[in-house]
């Protein structure tokens, strides 16, 4: 090789190192959480764990002196007249935390999308009771919205043409028959349309459900879990792999699974949805300082779970998660511990223009 084409060479090499450098090391989808405005106060004068002091119960939806509900799930729809709808799934507090097997749906309201969220009550009072967990909501092709339930009752989703309900039953989910159909069991379902038109569906088992036939299916399962497949997610238990949601944005679809037993969520990237999943790191983990307010105060829970997006101009501007402040052994009810739903805004612009440029 001649001088100048080893000069070419070596400039070739240190702008593909700035390039790379530019972009920077693959960013962990925790680094992309945004401080919280403080939309009340900061206080220590709420019910609570130290690692969760001082903090703001005007955020998110929460029982501020925690003698009626406990507050679990969590899924925002903005209206077209600029409020955040949130449903969710309460029980009485006074059972602690293990009063969510009997959970039911809820609707709360916020003119702001940090909060405060003011519950309106269940969203179907007179369906047996009200009964829903694992509560997520999604706009329909249709123009009408869903609202989707499972674990306590399995896959069943209800329908309404405004946010405010009526909620109607629309039927259960259903799942065509294949050497996968265990793994479409209607436990912590997440459900998204894609934009296809075509439905996605990914359970707590991490298979990935297919329907073409609208909103109940049937769904086919498209194979084993992706979970195995994902080279440098850990794995510790398969089982322990709980509360996935999934979405698309920046020409990717996305997955944020939790580990319960580690404490860790990880985030997960597909180019059409159901193949080919590839591991993009850490999504959150509540002993690291990501749920911090705009004035650097941080607070530390002792669990966050069950992840909802909120997707506005096509990318993720916040994010929700059940906030549990000691273990759930602990929260016995009639005491100072409780759960909430927490709202965090989210950079997801940037989260997709990195991982576009990376995968440029």
Known sequence: MNSRNLLCSLCLLTTLMFAKASLGAEKPLIDYFLPTPIVGALTTNVWGAPGIFPRDPKNGLEDETMTKWCYWDGQIIKAKDGKYHLFASRWDQARGHGGWGGSKAVHAVSDNLIGPYVDRGLCWPTNQGGKGHNVTALALPDGRYAVVISETRPGEVFVSQSLDGPWASLGKIQVATNEFVKLGRMSNASIMVRPDGNFEIVPRSGAILISTNGVLGPYLVQGPSVYPKVVN????????????????????????????????????T????????????????????????????VNHWDKLERPGVLIENGHVTAFTLAGLDVEKSEEKGNDTHGSKVIVIPFDGAALDRDLQAQTK
């Open 233 to 268: 997610l850990p794995q510790t238990d398969l089982r322990n792999f709980e509360d996935p949601v999934v979405w698309f944005s920046g020409g990717l679809y996305h997955i944020v699974v939790n580990n319960w037993s580690q404490r860790k969520a990880y985030h997960l």
């Open 270 to 297: 597909s180019a059409d949805g159901i193949n080919d999943w590839k591991f993009r790191g850490l999504a959150y983990d509540p002993r690291q300082d990501f749920v911090r307010y705009t004035n650097g105060t």
